[in-house]
């Protein structure tokens, strides 16, 4: 999973894409370990645990979850992984450009 990761934070501009991660592992330093031994350049969170509030807030019962969020903040698309994923994000960042178009250029 996280090479693949790894190549979308490659791939897309930073003004338009983000990956955020949130570690539910069972102590911070296992989180810390996970992040340096896997590379992971983008923003990780510690959850505190696999009942900590963001988990919690968001419904997260199974690991990993990954929810793919429009510009507006809405979740779009839930645990799509693979080419599913790659064509979600070149989706949302389709709409996000044609949103940002002048009128007349569309």
Not at 47 to 75: E, L, Q
């Amino acid at each position: 999973m996280y090479p693949h990761e790894r190549s979308l934070v490659e791939k897309h501009p930073a003004d338009k894409f983000a990956i955020v991660g949130v570690n539910s592992d069972r102590t911070i330093e296992v989180a810390r370990d996970a992040v340096k031994k896997n590379q992971l350049s983008w923003r990780n969170f510690y959850d505190g645990g696999t009942d900590g509030p963001i988990s919690s807030r968001w419904n997260v019962n199974g690991w990993p979850t990954i929810y793919v969020i429009d510009a507006k903040g809405t979740i779009r698309f839930k645990d799509v992984r693979g080419d599913e994923l790659d064509s979600a994000i070149e989706m949302l960042l389709a709409e996000m450009q044609s949103s940002s178009e002048p009128e007349g250029a569309r």
